[in-house]
């Protein structure tokens, strides 16, 4: 039989407010346990939570993006349930009327073809704490500093029809995120984290199977294999004559599987009622004017921007503007040396790969936009030969000061003036007689290869100074005999 995939992603996204939700508690990650939860984030008796002005803002702004209707009125509930690291037996959410109605995103595969996946909903709700087991034999201790710390998770439709596409989705919503500003997105700290519902039907049926879930998975390479799993196990319990049970699983990376974690609830099993603490927010007129004033340029409309004004082609737009920080360094080189396609041969390029190597972010680069743009202008100039901007830019990556500095310290003008250029080619050939007989005597085509040795030993005479073009032409003029 053959089947249809069908997902859906929750994504829970921390906004970058400073203080929580609810409270005037700090947000900032790594502190001691216990050390940034105040009497509101601990549920106690007698206080009354405020709602962030600011991460209203950011969830509103979020909406806009993704072209979603906008509540203006929206109102908190109590979702109830028990859990250790939920102080409050109840986590404030939002149910009936979240900030975020249905809006959409379009992702692009990795074939080219663009696909809609519609946004359900996304709204705004404070996070629990955190329970610890390593440092406590045979017991649990609890943190609560990520109590109260704003989240808005961003509900998908189950439009996904493989793990592919998921993740294409999620790495669509972390660039909307980045680009808005309203969450550094680090998976690795929590800042961003995605449950994945997964169900499979019979191909060409209109009714979903039972789901499972996946919780709490916090990488893009994670959330490929755990849905790969998942989908291939369905498979195997359906094609076995058994059923699939409606269930939270978690994923184990190390074994590349996943288990189950508990029974899946339902909405109801919530018993959602408005929060009576908390007045129904109501967003003006004037207040949407404002938000929607401070909207950047987002991914797409940048990449259409880079195919449109500065000429690139849809590969190279796609991977410079899906990252903002990659966007705005390609951008500030671009404008430097008043080449866009040069700039994105070596911010792709180069660049991209010391970076890889090196496992550092663009914006860690030991090397400035600035100082690549000012290096390029002096390859452009022909100052230098494509071999002596290598030589520069690992200076520069190695903090040896700007391209003209090093250009005149190590001596790397490159050499035009083709008398010079004659003289090392006649070393060269006055040297290496026997492969100069050997090149004149074979045929054409193979003698494009050859030429190569002679290349690389005028270049190795000049320290890479003399100018390639120059020296190809030249030599082949006189390897004629």
Known sequence: MKWEVVIGLEIHVQLATQSKIFSGASTAFG????????????????????????????????????????????????????????????????????IVGPGYVDITLDDGETRRIGVTRAHLEEDAGKSLHEDFHGMTGIDLNRAGTPLLEIVSDPDLRSAKEAVAYLKTIHSIIRYLGISDGN??????????????????????????EIKNVNSFRFIEKAINFEIERHIDVLESGGKIVQETRLYDSEKDETRSMRGKEEANDYRYFPCPDLLPIVLSVEFLNEVRSTLPELPEQKRQRFIDELGLSEYDAGVLSANRENAEYFEAVASQCQDPKFAANWV???????????????????????????????????????????????????????????????????????????????EVIANNAAQV?????????????????????????????????????????????
């Not at 109830?80 to 979240?98: A, E, H």
């Not at 901007?389 to 250009?407: H, L, Q």
């Not at 003698?447 to 002679?454: E, L």
Request: hydrophobic share 40%; aromatic share 6%; net charge neutral.
């Open 31 to 98: 502190a001691e346990p216990n050390t940034q939860a105040c009497a509101v984030d601990l549920g106690l008796p007698g206080i009354l939570p405020v709602v962030n002005k600011e991460a209203v803002r950011m969830a509103t702004m979020f909406g806009m993006a993704i072209h979603a209707q906008i509540n203006q009125r929206n109102i908190f509930a109590r979702k109830n349930y028990f859990y250790p690291d939920l102080p409050k037996g109840y986590q404030t959410s939002q149910m009936d009327l979240p």
């Open 187 to 212: 998976m690795a700290e929590g800042s961003m984290r995605c449950d994945a519902n997964v169900s499979i039907r019979p191909q060409g049926s209109e009714k979903l199977g039972t789901r499972t």
């Open 348 to 426: 792709m390029g180069e660049l991209a790969s010391r970076l890889n190597k090196n496992q550092l972010e663009i914006s860690e680069s030991p090397v400035s936009a600035k100082q690549l743009g000012e290096m390029l202008i002096r390859l452009k100039d022909e100052t230098i030969s494509s071999k002596g901007a290598k030589t520069v830019f690992e200076a520069m990556w190695n903090g040896e000061g700007s391209a003209d500095e090093i250009i005149e310290k190590r001596n790397l003008k490159s050499i035009t003036d083709t008398s010079a250029i004659e003289a090392m080619i006649d």
């Open 437 to 481: 007989e050997q090149y004149r005597s074979a045929e054409e085509a193979k003698q494009g290869k050859m030429i190569g040795f002679f290349v690389g030993q005028v270049m190795k005479a000049s320290r890479g100074a003399a100018e390639p073009g120059v020296v190809n032409k030249l030599l082949r003029e006189k390897l004629k005999g």
